[in-house]
């Protein structure tokens, strides 16, 4: 990473520092007395979650962190010990097993327990037997909010009301019940307003990727620049500041015209444009980026990187509609688009970010995403009239990740874009 | 003559073809795997290049006696690359023995292991002498195994120089003589063959004349899962799953759809009218239902490979088979003979089940278009393609199913087609 500016290099100290700051203040919230409120990254309400002054815990991104920590195996072993099957999500098994194991963060320091579980369902069923499962553990309330389904591809006003109803009556009361601290809306809109300028810069960055060649890789790249905003930091002011730092060495590498920093080195000949649909596997997180950059793939637009939030067709939080702007938001989330709506933004993004192809990554373990992926690859496919390719592996089960098999169908896939190129220039 | 070569490192064989300077087909060598992709590879051309020097003597000889003599005198070199072989084998077993320090024993065992490699000599005499030698694999490994095996089972003595003493020095020592470059090319052999038949003088100009004609080898490319381990520059190297496509389309022009079932994977295709992949699906990680499918069911069954499509075909009553889980197979199996199935029932439900997860996989790849390529070592199974053949009228209605006898080749072709377009 000789060639990264001293810029580039601020942004990763910064997101470094702020999360390790993080997982110290959970560490000490049983001796300063902080309230802790474990949520998941798809419709988590971190303006809210910090407006009562609670700290949030986010049981995937400790997956994640564990899963690239190469920590994740284990914990899958203990959980499976424990009775859970081995064609259950590997989130949930690698946080299981987490707690099992002495539920010490991916960082080394010890996680606290829950004051409350805040369950947005956004989607993924299985986030609901999950926060049962740690509900069993420790014995905590829970509140649930349920986020109507954009079945027919919209949020209808009855569905953000119902939504708006479910947060007065349902969620704001457990959130003050747990902390002891009022609802206070002014505090609430303050976060919120920092949420929509680090959202700014955010959605800049991302298009960023619509510069030849790319800044950024929008998905091996962009899961670290979509970390704070995803996690604990939406809406404070250290997010504002990273994300701003991150623009701004973003907007220096589109000036000098260099390509992103890869694990192999800084990619300035972008042979393939590409669009990812589905998560990464993190277990061989640096492997798999590597398999793209060292053929000239980079990825100039993913899904995954709006599973937290969609941005990027025009939402920001609004602090002037408090409660509406949380439904929005939550009813935006990737997750819980439907799967024509899917098919739409991967077709939008092919044609905006003039990309070469499309690359699936089915999970194994995650039927919330994979469920209609076949689907999706030839419907889109048929609309966007560039070729798509199907990879398969998983979340953090590194059992679930044939190098091999993973290198053959990308080389082929890219191989087969070089064919069509030629068969088309003859 | 200038020509181009493919290679497909399959996970089980290692196919060679190469091309003249027009893209025709002069010559193909096969050989197994092993675990060394290097040698494989090695193997596999010399063959190939045997295998067009042999083209180049027949271009000479035209008369139907001549062509027998041309088929002494193949049967003759492939009985000279044998015996070496053979002879390589007994001398490493020797220096075996020694190591190993039998004592008093030493000397029977020399002599019992001496005894199994006339046994064996004279077996394969015989077999390349006669003018229609039964069909048998043409790996050295695998016929003078089983000869091998027999012969020890013979002569072995249980409270003296056991059987399995005797397989134990086998199996030490083969993995050597297939890991050691040996010579055994046409350049080097083909006198001693010619010896063998008694120098025809016919036979030997023609012999001379296909020897001294130069071919020169322009381009090379590799495929397979072994490509990667090969010094071959990155432009050389392409996925088997273009070969594939492109080779099909050479076999059979009108092809738009290609399965191909491999020792580890399966794959199906879609092309373009020029042979140009369009989409295509693979299983994932797990083998199942692959051609390694087959070998473990035939190892549990305790008959050869090749065996198992015809006792298929036997079946009256296909069994219903779920699982193509290879770990699961030998499990599988032995419980449909516990409640009482016949082997070939149950076999053809197991070439059924393979069959099913490939259509799986076609679907996913976007069905079956006419016409449709069987490519693979398991095309070469009769009750795959009956069971394919049924599959396919049923899902996707009257098709064109092309199969060619060489369809093993179909990889290194598509290869070679790459390397005559790097070429020219």
């Not at chain 1, 790319?214 to 998905?219: G, L, N, T, V």
């Not at chain 2, 000869?147 to 409270?159: L, M, V």
Request: proline share 4%.
């Amino acid at each position: 990473m000789a060639e990264t500016s001293a810029a580039k290099d601020r942004s990763m100290i910064l997101q470094k520092q702020m999360i390790a700051n993080h997982y110290r203040q959970l560490e000490n919230a049983p001796e300063t007395g902080d309230p802790v409120v474990y949520t998941f990254v798809p419709g988590n309400m971190n303006e809210l979650v910090r407006s009562f002054g609670a700290l949030p815990v986010l049981p995937e991104i400790n997956a994640l962190q564990s899963g690239m920590r190469q920590k994740s195996g284990d914990y899958i072993a203990e959980a499976e010990r424990a009775g859970h099957s081995e064609d259950v999500c590997t989130y949930v098994k690698c946080d299981i097993g987490m707690i099992k194991a002495g539920n010490i963060s991916p960082t080394g320091t010890r996680l606290p327990k829950p004051d409350l579980l805040l369950l947005s369902y956004t989607g993924c069923y299985t986030f609901m037997k999950w926060f049962e499962l740690l509900r069993e553990e420790y014995d905590c309330p829970t509140v649930f909010f349920h986020v109507p389904y954009q079945g027919d591809g919209t949020i209808e006003a009855e569905h953000r009301d119902y939504m708006m109803r479910q947060l007065r009556e349902e969620v704001i009361p457990a959130l003050e019940k747990a902390t002891g601290r009022r609802y206070d809306e002014d505090r609430l809109r303050e976060y919120l307003t920092l949420s929509a300028q680090a959202e700014d810069d955010l959605v800049a960055v991302l298009q960023s990727a619509k510069n030849r060649p790319s800044p950024i890789d929008a998905y091996f790249g962009a899961v670290y620049y979509v970390g704070p905003i995803f996690s604990s930091f939406r809406g404070t002011p250290e997010g504002v500041e990273y994300y701003r730092a991150l623009r701004e060495e973003v907007e220096a590498r589109v000036a000098a015209g260099q390509g992103p920093m890869t694990p192999v080195g800084q990619l300035d000949d972008e042979k393939y444009r590409l669009v990812v649909e589905g998560p990464p596997n993190w277990t061989s997180f640096r492997e798999f980026w590597s398999m793209f950059a060292s053929e000239g793939a980079n990825v100039v637009a993913s899904t995954y990187t709006k599973v937290g939030g969609t941005y990027d067709f025009g939402f920001r939080h609004d602090p002037e509609d408090p409660l509406g702007t949380l439904a929005d938001y939550c009813g935006g989330c990737y997750t819980n688009i439907n799967l024509p709506g899917r098919v739409d933004m991967l077709v939008d993004y092919i044609r905006e970010y003039e990309a070469d192809g499309f690359v699936i990554n089915s999970v194994k373990s995650c039927n919330s995403f994979s469920a209609g992926q076949l689907m999706m690859l030839r419907e889109v496919e048929k609309r966007a009239g560039v070729p798509g390719a199907f990879i398969e592996s998983d979340l953090v089960d590194p059992r679930y990740f044939s190098a091999a098999n993973i290198k053959n169908r990308l080389e082929s896939y890219l191989q087969m874009i070089d064919a069509r190129r030629m068969g088309a220039s003859a | 003559m200038r020509c181009v070569i493919g290679i497909d490192l399959g996970s089980t064989t290692t196919k060679a073809v190469i091309l003249d300077e027009d893209g025709a087909i002069i010559g193909r060598g096969i050989t197994n795997s092993r675990s060394n992709y290097e040698l494989a590879s090695a193997v596999a051309r010399s063959e190939a290049f045997a295998d067009a020097r042999f083209r180049l003597v027949a271009r000479e000889v035209r008369g139907e006696l001549d062509q027998a003599l041309l088929g002494r005198l193949e049967r003759a070199f492939r009985l000279e690359q044998t015996l070496g072989q053979l002879g390589r084998l007994h001398e490493l077993i020797e220096e075996e023995i020694e190591r190993r320090q039998y004592g008093e024993l030493g000397p029977t065992v020399r002599e019992a292991v001496g005894s199994i490699v006339k046994a064996i000599e004279l077996e394969e005499r015989a077999h390349f002498g006669s003018e229609n030698p039964p069909l048998r694999s043409s790996f050295f490994r695998d016929a003078v195994g089983s000869a091998y095996n027999r012969y020890a089972e013979e002569i072995s003595d249980p409270k003296g120089v056991t059987f399995d003493l005797l397989l134990g020095l086998y199996d030490k020592c083969i993995i050597r003589v297939e890991n050691e470059p040996m010579d055994l090319g046409f350049q080097e052999l083909i006198d001693n063959a010619l010896d063998r038949i008694e120098n025809p003088t016919l036979m030997v100009d023609a012999v001379r004349a296909a020897a001294s004609t130069e071919l020169d080898e322009a381009c090379m490319v590799g495929t397979g899962y072994g490509r990667a381990t090969l010094p071959f520059p990155k432009e050389a190297i392409r996925s088997e799953i273009l070969c594939h496509g492109l080779g099909a389309h050479a076999m059979f022009p009108g092809t738009r759809t290609v399965l191909d079932i491999g020792g580890q994977d399966t794959k199906a295709i879609q092309v373009d009218d020029s042979g140009i992949v369009t989409s295509f699906q693979m299983n994932d990680r797990c083998a199942a239902g692959c051609g390694r499918y087959l070998g473990y069911i035939a190892d549990e069954m305790n008959m050869g490979l090749h065996e198992l499509g015809p006792m298929a075909e036997k079946s009256t009553r296909c069994v219903k088979i779920n699982s193509t889980c290879t770990v699961f197979a030998g499990a599988e199996l032995r419980e449909r003979l516990s409640l009482g199935e016949r082997r070939e029932d149950i076999l053809a439900g197991l070439h059924r089940a393979i069959i099913l997860r490939a259509m799986s996989l076609l679907a996913r790849s976007g069905g079956i278009d006419d016409e449709f390529t069987f490519t693979g070592g398991v095309a070469n199974n009769e009750a795959a393609v009956h069971a394919l053949r049924d599959l396919v009228d049923e899902n996707y209605g009257q098709k064109t199913l092309n199969i060619s006898p060489d369809s093993i080749y179909t990889g290194a072709l598509g290869g070679a087609l790459f390397a005559h377009r790097l070429a020219s």
